[in-house]
RNA sequence: GGACGAUUAGCUCAGUUGGUUAGAGCGUCUCGUUUACACCGAGAAGGUCGAAGGUUCGAAUCCUUCAUCGUCCACCA
């Protein structure tokens, strides 16, 4: 736009330019594919992975919005409609025990405020916190449409857990019943399997006189709620006594106690007889529910001893422990204790001690055949479509770990004993519903209640009557279920939830499937297999067509970031600091899926200077074009411009090259490698070389301005706010003219236009040879970088042709005031006191000097340089007479090496010349 | 116990289906105010690709074993 770029800063300043153009971009619309230009008729789409919106942004977090924003940005340039839909999650739990903890700062328990008061403190909480997450992925540049944000709590995504609880507990697959679950005593909750922590604690083996047997236990107190004993059934010691019952008294009375065989038991470990406590442990209620064995629930969900107890009811586990084994002692019953470590469950999001027990709770029956899915299982459902590849997931190998995971997986258990979340949509009658009691035996499903079971209501909308006697609300004869919803139940429904399911929505038909999901691999099980469970089941279609996992980001010293550590970068500091762009690019460059990333502020700092090395080969350019024909169709650049030096065909070629793999790249979920590409070009071929021919070239308007506005829309993906920048200044037409909408480069259409690439830049390559053999010399011989020399080359073939036609080239870029071509022979007799010379393969060269000459030295250096040519030589040659090497490789790679060895037995035999001539 | 990953220049990492005299960035050394850039330019040094076997005309790349580090899953009652 500006005709003149005169008072363009030095260095390029992120501060105030990024916050101008976000607004601009934001103001534009253009976020929302709907107000893309353009027939649109591919879409892509990616969900937003919801921070907690409690939270604030860390780097894991930054990593994500810049990968996501990249994808999102080059499909929208390729001509797609593009979604990124951004949003918050309500983390139920997380958010629940942050409330408590800040209740818990005032003195104050959740019991003080009540359910209601409770959760209107959580929301004003949220409600205060929210903003800040979301300024702070604008902050980062993401480009994501703010006019469809979610929210997993708001009315809409309810309305879809609801409607999603029915239908599965319409087609039997939510039930509710007594079975083993890991009970966090501190959140008065269950939780999920993958909830669980495990932490290494020093711990004591009790061994207990127990009946006939002795029996090794970390938790005596357990034992009051034994139902059997097992042994190896493969274990001689104890044949005799599998299948017979007996009877134990630990001071409570007497207990009955069955010797069942199972497959799991440890002959090594302590006894090789391990009691059974199918209430308080999962592999035990395993056991008992193969065998049908009572259960005894000792402990109850407060954490103390039952009743069943008997005189240790009341008192916490660990409490109860101590009392136990003291008695026991002095009964005698307790031959032993040893020390050992073992790994204790704790709550991911408290680290209390979990406690397994036995508990009603609401589950997802994963193994249940649905007759509206062909008789297939969830389980089935959600491996079926990693395994046909419907589902891609990057990198490959987490593919496995998936199906180990989800071929595992037990009935998932979604409720939630904590106030704040999605609330189970059932109602129970009080009339007539009668609830099944805790059955006799582990195992017996018969008394799980599933859908039928009269009283018992699930409901999308409350409902105001009971279908089964017609009792209604008003006289109070309905109550909802007291309990929340697992978290992750709604996480789960994201990638359709946010598309107006179940409507069929115009949304729901272009987005769905989307076509990524960009995530950590740390939420692979809590989240990912959640959405591919829920997604197969609800819409019937995959939740998206490739998973593409991220690694951790750590220190430079390959620490994860802790607050103990003092090792945290924060994006926002170092975005401040260094600019967002810089952040993005030492996120992206380096990093490669399911892979953990090291971060460090020098890593940042070098991609600063990079965007200023960008930001300075605009500003020449553009310099370039003031002075040439400022503001003519010429520097545009929008058309392919007319290459009329061996340069322009090398440069072009080059480009062409670039666009199609870095193309080719992002399409296929590789995105360090591009970065990379275009760096080496921008930095070390453009930079470097072309701007540096350009200027005794001169004349270049059409080529600078196509290349300029060609590498913008490259670089645009990786670091927004700089190229979009420069765009404003170099290109844009008018205000509403932007690089975020800009067409991307076609990769063919600009291959097509050049011919001879190859050839092009064979020459070229062999300028930059001869030029940076010259500047070794000019090194190594101290010459200062000010002064002009004299060099002679000679050539082999068309080699001095070029050298001639490219002369004005050479000359600039090595400061020479002239060079000479001359024949063999005579270059070998110029080479006298006043020359240095060396060689590459084709020509040889030589710079007069004017000082001395340091014949040793020069003669060591040819020397080395020969006997290095030789061995080469020897190793070429040693294979070229390989019988089996000539017979079985192929044709091409023989060519290969005898063109190689043809050119090192010619600078072998010019560097004898030059030797030769020293004498 | 099971599975997976990593091991390449002092550091951080590239190296596509086996065919380069093994590359880049940082760091190091030498030189430098050349009409964009010192957040820069020019040049250089630096590696028996973790170890040992094997397959092959040919291995950093494929196979086997081992070592070290790391991750995940299961779990010792």
């Not at 209390?352 to 036995?358: A, D, F, H, Q, W």
């Not at 205000?735 to 830049?761: G, H, T, Y």
């Not at 011989?781 to 080359?793: H, L, M, R, W, Y």
């Not at 000459?853 to 060591?860: A, E, M, S």
């Amino acid at each position: 736009m500006s005709a003149n770029h005169n008072e363009l800063p030095k260095a390029y300043n992120p501060k105030g330019v990024e916050d101008r153009i976000y607004e601009a971009w934001e103001k534009s619309g253009l976020f929302n594919p709907d107000n893309l230009p353009g027939e649109r008729t591919e879409s892509f789409c990616i969900m937003m992975p919801p921070p907690n919106a409690t939270g604030t942004l860390h780097i894991g977090h930054a990593m994500f919005l810049t990968l996501e924003d990249m994808m999102t940005r080059f499909h929208r340039m390729r001509g797609r409609a593009a979604l990124w839909l951004p949003g918050t999650d309500h983390a139920a739990i997380a958010t629940n025990t942050k409330v408590e903890k800040l209740l818990a700062a005032e003195g104050r328990t959740k019991y003080d405020l009540g359910r209601e008061g409770f959760i209107k403190r959580v929301e004003e909480y949220i409600e205060g916190s929210r903003g800040t997450i979301r300024k702070q992925i604008r902050k980062m540049g993401s480009s994501c449409d703010w006019s469809r944000e979610a929210y997993t709590f708001d009315e809409q995504r309810n309305r879809v857990v609801r409607e999603m609880f029915v239908r599965l507990f319409n087609d039997g697959l939510i039930y509710r019943g007594y079975r083993i679950v890991n009970w966090c005593p501190r959140c008065e909750s269950t939780l999920a399997d993958d909830e669980v922590e495990y932490r290494e604690e020093p711990a004591k083996l009790y061994y207990m006189k127990y009946g006939p047997f002795v029996v090794a236990t970390t938790r005596p107190e357990t034992k009051l709620g034994d139902t059997a004993v097992a042994v190896n059934p493969n274990d001689e010691r104890y044949q005799a006594q599998i299948g017979q019952t007996f009877e134990v008294n630990f001071g409570i009375g007497p207990q009955q106690i069955r010797v069942i065989a199972d497959e799991e038991v440890d002959r090594e470990f302590g006894t090789g007889v391990v009691g059974i406590t199918p209430a308080h442990s999962a592999v035990d209620f395993a056991m008992a529910e193969k065998n049908k064995l009572p259960m005894k629930k000792v402990i109850g969900e407060d954490g103390k001893m039952t009743a069943l107890a008997g005189k240790y009811a009341g008192f916490v586990a660990v409490e109860a422990r101590k009392k136990f084994v003291a008695d026991l002692q002095k009964l005698g019953l307790i031959e032993k204790i040893e020390d050992l470590t073992h790994k204790l469950s704790i709550c991911y999001r408290c680290s209390t001690p979990v406690e397994p027990l036995t508990s009603r709770q609401w589950f997802v029956d994963v193994n249940r055949s649905i007759a509206t899915r062909d008789g297939q299982t969830l389980k089935q459902l959600s491996l079926e479509v990693v395994r046909d590849g419907r589902i891609k997931i990057l990198p490959e190998r987490f593919e496995k770990v998936y199906y180990n995971w989800m071929e595992n997986l037990r009935d998932w258990c979604i409720s939630r004993q904590i106030w704040f979340g999605h609330r189970i949509p059932v109602w129970y009658c009080q009339s007539c519903y009668v609830g099944n009691d805790a059955p006799e035996r582990v195992g017996d499903s018969s008394s799980y209640e599933r859908a039928g079971q009269p009283g018992l209501i699930a409901s999308v909308e409350t409902p105001t009557k009971c279908p089964t006697c017609g009792r209604d609300e008003n006289i109070g004869d309905l109550s909802q279920d007291t309990d929340t919803l697992d978290t992750w139940f709604s996480s789960g429904t994201w990638t359709f939830s946010t598309l107006g399911w179940p409507d069929q929505t115009a949304d729901l038909k272009k987005f769905h499937p989307t076509q990524c999901l960009e995530t950590g691999y740390d939420i692979l099980f809590f989240w990912i297999a959640r959405m591919i469970l829920m997604t197969t089941y609800a819409v019937g279609e995959v939740p998206f067509e490739t998973v593409y996992l991220h690694g951790l980001v750590r220190d430079e010293q390959g620490r994860k970031m802790s607050k103990s550590l003092e090792n945290i970068i924060d994006p926002l500091d170092v975005a401040e600091k260094y600019g967002t762009d810089a952040v993005r690019l030492s996120l992206i460059i380096g990093n490669t899926a399911g892979n953990d990333l090291k971060m460090s502020e020098e890593k940042i700092e070098y991609y600063r200077n990079f965007a200023n090395k960008l930001w300075n080969i605009s500003r020449f350019i553009l310099l370039n074009l003031d002075s040439d024909k400022a503001g003519s169709e010429a520097t545009k650049g929008t058309k392919f411009p007319k290459s009329k030096t061996l340069a322009d065909k090398w440069i072009l070629s080059r480009l062409a090259t670039v666009i199609e793999s870095v193309t080719l790249d992002i399409e296929s979920y590789n995105f360090s490698r591009p970065g990379e590409t275009l760096r080496e070009f921008t930095w070390n071929e453009l930079a470097d070389w072309y701007l540096e021919i350009a200027k005794v070239e001169g004349d270049k308007s059409e080529m600078l301005s196509y290349i300029l506005r060609t590498i913008l829309k490259l670089w645009h993906p990786f670091m927004p706010f700089v190229t979009e920048e420069i765009w404003r200044l170099a290109f844009a037409e008018n205000e509403n003219d932007f690089l975020l909408v800009a067409e991307w480069p076609e990769p063919s259409k600009e291959a097509d236009v050049l011919e001879d690439r190859q050839i092009a830049e064979e020459k070229f390559n062999k300028i930059r040879e001869v030029v940076i053999a010259v500047r070794n010399i000019r090194s190594e011989k101290k010459i200062e970088p000010a002064k002009k020399i004299d060099s002679i080359f000679s050539c082999h073939g068309n080699f001095s042709e070029l050298m001639l036609d490219q002369a004005e080239i050479i000359k600039h870029l090595t400061r020479s005031l002239d060079f000479k071509i001359s024949a063999d022979d005579e270059l070998a007799r110029v080479v006298s006191n006043s020359s240095s010379t060396t060689t590459t393969s084709g020509v040889s060269i030589a710079v007069s000097l004017d000082g001395a000459v340091d014949f040793d030295q020069q003669k060591l250096k040819l020397q080395k340089d020969l006997s290095e040519a030789n061995k080469y030589i020897g190793t070429l040659q040693g294979k070229l007479s390989n019988d089996d090497f000539i017979t079985k490789a192929p044709s091409q790679v023989i060519e290969a090496e005898k063109k190689k060895l043809a050119e090192a037995e010619d600078r072998s035999a010019k560097l004898e010349e030059q030797l030769k001539a020293l004498g």
